[in-house]
């Protein structure tokens, strides 16, 4: 239960950081920061059995039918992450609360950091796949909040969608790769995915599944070719790139990899892509790096660079570079979080990001210069900090792996390369920024050092730079060894995290990097020259371009299938199932099957003739809308009718509801319609539409009858048999809706409620014409709410509320339900607005529709939650015999909350739809309409 509470936290945190906003920036980013302070505790409270190799689970089940359980994991890997996002988290937070200037909304800002950091943990968290996935496509959805927070910057709105698409598109991809794995192991839990690493990898769908998971790992982490998203979603605030962008977000990639590595490793598939894709990214960062002028922007492709460097670490076909990917990882994120911090400080102190700009900074903020110098110097793999053991353990395996034959050489020599640019852009950051000479034309003049608590997180930063760096063993070994053993999923090869190893080839790559990365920058104006002659690419306007192209695409194709005609539309709709009908029927040989008709009696037979007599009297009367409304109205009786005479009591009671509702709703839009529609269509479309009515009507009568007098298995034999022993009630129809298919009638009460709320809005401020006569000319009546009306609608109303009770308590065991209920109680509210008025009604009846219908969606949602309390699934009904004083034993289930929620829903959403179209005309004539 901690492993839930630690990524519920954060979620719930979002509520109290809105709600302190108001309270100024201070108490709000205090609010902000009890809910990860919390989760970092209970985190923290698992270190000793996380470091001994243990693994905690916690399992719920879910929907168990598909796979999709709440069931977390926690362990090195998923200790080590959580702990660089919760603790690098709380340092963001105080960061920002000094970056985020005064007219900021930092309450709405803080939500979105804390949503993204429930995302990420559940991420990390997660056991089971699908559950991973929901929360990876939280990540891409709150980071899309994130980057685009500053709304009114085009910068800002262009790189939250572009970054959203990316990692969106590679999400997609990523979901389709995990239901390919849940497809070859026979389960989506990572228990059993890690252990069938073989099974996996010997399957034919493989290569397909690891390209498709691929794809989502390089999205995210932006590898080459999708690295272009990240450069522009440094359009966000600065806490935000700290945040997303070095240790949280593009790691989500990463730890991806790290989490698959067992189960997916074991082939050349992997270590050819992967590490190929890594050792591009690698060297593509690092070299566009040293040529970017803004200062975010040179850390931004770094970042590239440095995911490529974990990336090609995992693609490497020895043991031990999984090792240095896991401590690059973690090194990555103290140097790479420090930077971007430092260089929001830059920029809030001095207006600018431009290098060219602001230089000389050593005179005016020595302290930030010292405490960004060092975390540059890990950036660029300095001794005696921790990017340089990372790096040294980087150099030392790209000299001990054999993916290219005898062009092994190759990688070694990349990876040199990348390391001689890693340091130019280093000696670059420090260099331009603090020395270089006097700063240029800067918005803020003279720069000076902030304010004390904002370089705080900075300082603990750097500071683990430093002692990382020189008691690797005694600070970070123990939960090195704890994330490696989990990625590996077995024992750790020997390493040694010693500080000095002797002269071998990895400190002399590290010595060639060092001194070529110094000559490199020496020489940077040949170099920049060179860079400045290159074609300019611009990404954004490149995926700028490539959006317009879609969308004159698309808008072509809605062009040449939406025209707006609704018979257009319809009768393409109908000519298809034609077609799939003619398809399916072809291959039989004889329509008829062994299985006889029913015989039918007379009276269903009357019943059937007025059916049909109703439906081609509601065509020939079509053109009088009032009249047509007749007769469909009679085919909806009879058809409540049929489903009573064929033991369908349900749904005869929930048909005569819904139509008695359908009728009220159509006759009030008549009111506001011409009684007649004009004949518009030509003889020829005429043809066609009976052609395809005649059609559609004998497909369906051939497609019936074909299915009919044929055996078939059908699932209504399990409800019969266990609707009273696992439901607890007689009516089975009832017992489907309020358990065993509970999730879907959910569903339609929200999807109801949604559809009361756009009708809402839609009608809101509408106002029509008020017709003062009929249509043939004739003054409507000045009574508009005559007394028989009045009288009969007085007397309705409780007998009304009292059947709707009956029908609502009765609902489990005989025919009725909430569903139902709630029409009954909405159609006679409805009476009372077309007697009596809209104000009349409502100033007695003084609740809010909306109130309701989100009271009675919040119910079932809590009723179906509660279930969590007792073990038991989502939804799961309680039930047992009570004995009641002076009453007797009755039978209570928890399925009645959950009717009692649809109930509230059918009634709030049918009322807010119903009662408001009364508004529409009210204000045009002086007589109260409903």
Request: proline fraction near 4%; charged fraction near 10%; charge should be neutral.
């Amino acid at each position: 239960m901690a492993l839930a509470l630690i990524i519920a936290l954060p979620l719930l945190g979002t509520f109290l950081s809105l709600m302190t906003d108001r309270f100024g920036r201070s108490w709000c980013a205090s609010a902000t920061a009890i809910a990860p302070a919390i989760a970092l505790a209970l985190l923290l409270q698992h270190l000793p059995a996380v470091l001994d190799g243990n693994t905690l689970l916690f399992q719920q089940e879910w929907l168990p039918a598909i796979g999709l359980n709440f069931s977390l994991r926690l362990d090195g890997l998923g200790f080590m992450f959580a702990l660089m996002i919760l603790g690098i988290g709380l340092l963001v937070i105080l960061y920002a609360t000094y970056y985020l200037g005064k007219e900021e909304h930092v309450g709405r800002f803080f939500a979105f950091l804390l949503l993204f950091m429930g995302a990420m943990l559940g991420v990390v968290l997660a056991e089971n796949l699908l559950l991973m996935m929901f929360f990876w496509e939280l990540t891409s959805l709150s980071s899309f909040l994130l980057i685009g927070f500053w709304s009114g910057s085009s910068d800002a709105r262009k790189g939250a969608r572009m970054a959203l698409t990316v990692t969106g598109g590679g999400g997609l991809a990523l979901l389709a790769g995990v239901l390919l794995i849940g497809h070859i192991v026979g389960s989506f839990e990572l228990t059993q995915v890690l252990a069938s690493g073989e099974l996996i990898t010997n399957h034919a769908l493989y290569p397909v599944a690891l390209i498709l998971v691929l794809l989502g790992v390089f999205t995210k982490s932006a590898q080459f070719p999708f690295h272009f998203w990240l450069p522009q979603a440094m359009a966000a605030p600065t806490p935000v790139s700290a945040y997303l962008h070095s240790a949280t977000m593009v790691k989500a990639g990463v730890f991806l990899l790290a989490r698959l590595y067992p189960a997916m490793a074991a082939s050349d598939w992997w270590f050819y892509i992967v590490s190929l894709t890594g050792l591009t990214t690698l060297l593509v960062g690092a070299t566009l790096a040293l040529f970017q002028h803004d200062l975010k922007g040179l850390l931004a492709y770094s970042t590239i660079s440095h995911l490529g460097l974990i990336t090609l670490l995992f693609g490497l076909d020895t043991q031990l570079s999984t090792v240095a990917a896991v401590f690059h990882i973690l090194n990555h994120a103290t140097f790479k979080a420090s930077l971007f911090m430092a260089a929001g400080i830059i920029d809030h102190e001095t207006g600018s990001r431009d290098m060219r700009r602001i230089a000389g900074l050593w005179r005016y903020m020595p302290h930030t210069a010292v405490l960004a110098m060092v975390a540059a110097s890990a950036m660029g793999g300095v001794p005696l900090l921790n990017g340089f053991l990372s790096k040294e353990m980087f150099f030392n395996e790209t000299l001990n792996q054999g993916l290219l034959g005898s062009f092994n050489w190759l990688i070694p020599a990349a990876a040199t390369l990348a390391g001689i640019f890693s340091v130019a852009y280093s000696l670059r950051f420090i260099h331009d920024v603090f020395f270089n000479g006097e700063p240029v034309d800067l918005p803020k003049y003279p720069p000076h050092e902030p304010p004390r608590y904002m370089k705080i997180p900075v300082e603990v930063l750097v500071l683990l730079c430093l002692v990382v760096g020189i008691f690797p063993g005694y600070t970070v070994g123990p939960l090195l060894a704890a994330g490696a053993s989990a990625t590996l999923g077995g024992e750790l090869p020997y390493y040694s995290l010693a500080i000095w190893h002797g002269f071998n080839l990895a400190l002399m790559m590290s010595f060639v990097a060092l001194a070529g990365g110094v000559l490199v920058y020496a020489c940077r104006e040949p170099l920049f020259r060179w860079y400045n002659g290159m074609p300019e690419a611009d990404a954004k306007a490149i995926f700028e371009r490539g959006n317009q192209v879609l969308e004159k695409v698309a808008a072509a194709v809605t062009r040449r299938l939406e025209t707006g005609s609704l018979q257009r539309y319809i009768a393409l709709m109908l000519l298809s199932a034609l077609v799939l009908v003619a398809v399916a029927l072809t291959p039989i040989k004889s329509l008829q099957g062994p299985v006889p008709l029913s015989p039918i009696d007379g009276l269903t037979a009357l019943g059937l003739g007025i059916l049909c007599l109703t439906a081609v009297l509601t065509v020939f009367f079509h053109r009088n809308r009032l009249k047509a409304l007749m007769t469909l109205s009679t085919v909806g009786l009879i058809v409540s009718l049929l489903f009573a005479r064929y033991s369908a009591p349900d749904l005869a009671l929930t048909q005569i509801s819904v139509e008695v509702v359908t009728i009220i709703l159509l006759v009030l839009a008549l009111f506001f319609m011409p009684d007649r529609t004009p004949a518009e269509s030509s003889s020829l479309r005429g043809l066609r539409d009976f052609t395809l009515a005649g059609g559609a009507g004998i497909a369906v009568a051939l497609l019936a009858f074909a299915v009919m007098t044929r055996p078939y298995e059908h699932i209504g034999e399990y409800f019969l048999q266990n609707a009273v022993s696992g439901g607890g009630g007689h009516n089975v129809v009832n017992v489907i809706l309020v358990d065993f298919r509970g999730f879907d009638t959910l569903g339609e009460i929200t999807v109801l409620a949604i559809a009361g709320i756009g009708i809402y809005a839609l009608l809101l401020g509408l106002h029509l014409p008020h017709p003062l006569t009929d249509p043939k000319g004739k003054p409507w009546s000045t009574d508009s709410h005559p007394m028989i009306l009045d009288n009969v609608a007085r007397v309705l109303l409780p007998l009304a509320l009292l059947i709707s009770a009956f029908i609502f308590l009765r609902g489990h065991n005989l025919p009725g339900g909430g569903f139902i209920a709630g029409l009954i109680t909405a159609i006679a509210l409805i009476l009372q607005y077309v007697a009596h008025g809209v104000e009349w009604t409502q100033r007695r009846l003084s609740v809010s529709y909306h109130s309701i219908t989100g009271a009675g969606v919040l119910i079932a949602a809590l009723t179906g939650v509660g279930s969590f309390v007792f073990g038991n699934e989502f939804l799961t009904s309680a039930f047992g015999h009570f004995h009641i004083p002076l009453i007797g034993e009755i039978e209570l289930a928890t399925a009645l909350f959950f009717d009692l929620g649809v109930y509230l829903a059918v009634v709030g959403a049918t009322l807010l739809i119903l009662s408001n179209i009364g508004h529409v005309s009210q204000d045009e004539s002086s007589r109260e309409v409903l």
